[in-house]
C-alpha cells in the first residue's frame, strides 16, 4: 500500500487527526504527512477545514482512485476494503508479519 492510501485512511479513522498522529500511524515523517495531505487536497481526494487551531478533514469518497490499475474504484472501496482487513499486513518478505498500527484511538505522544 502506498503512503498516499495509508494516510487517507488515517484520516478516514480519524478526520480531526493531527498530522503528527498521522504520520506516527502511517510510519512516516510530519513533513511527508503534510506533503501528502496537500497531494492529497490538490487531486480532490480531501478538503482541509480548520477548526480553532486545528484541522478537520472531510473525504470525497466517490472519487476514483487515480492508478490506472484501480481506476474502476472509488475510495469508498478502499475505505471498506481497510475497515474489514485482518490485523496482520505482510511484511517485505513471505515469511515475515507485522502488525499493522491501530489507527481507531488517537496515538498520545510524550515530550522528553
Given at each position: 500500500m502506498t503512503n498516499h492510501a495509508r494516510v487517507l485512511l488515517a484520516i478516514a479513522r480519524d478526520p480531526s487527526a493531527r498530522l503528527r498522529t498521522i504520520a506516527v500511524c502511517c510510519q512516516i515523517t510530519e513533513r511527508t504527512a503534510q506533503a501528502i495531505v496537500a497531494d492529497l487536497e490538490q487531486a480532490g481526494y480531501l478538503q482541509r477545514h480548520r477548526a480553532g487551531r486545528r484541522n478537520r478533514y472531510t473525504l470525497y469518497l466517490?472519487?476514483?482512485?487515480?492508478?490506472?490499475?484501480?481506476?474502476g474504484l472509488r475510495v469508498r472501496a478502499l475505505v471498506e476494503l481497510a475497515a474489514t482487513?485482518?490485523?496482520?499486513?505482510p511484511g517485505p518478505d513471505p515469511g515475515h508479519t507485522r502488525s499493522a498500527p491501530v489507527l481507531s484511538r488517537p496515538v498520545r505522544l510524550r515530550r522528553q
Open positions: 466517490d472519487q476514483p482512485l487515480r492508478h490506472p490499475a484501480e481506476s482487513a485482518p490485523a496482520e499486513l
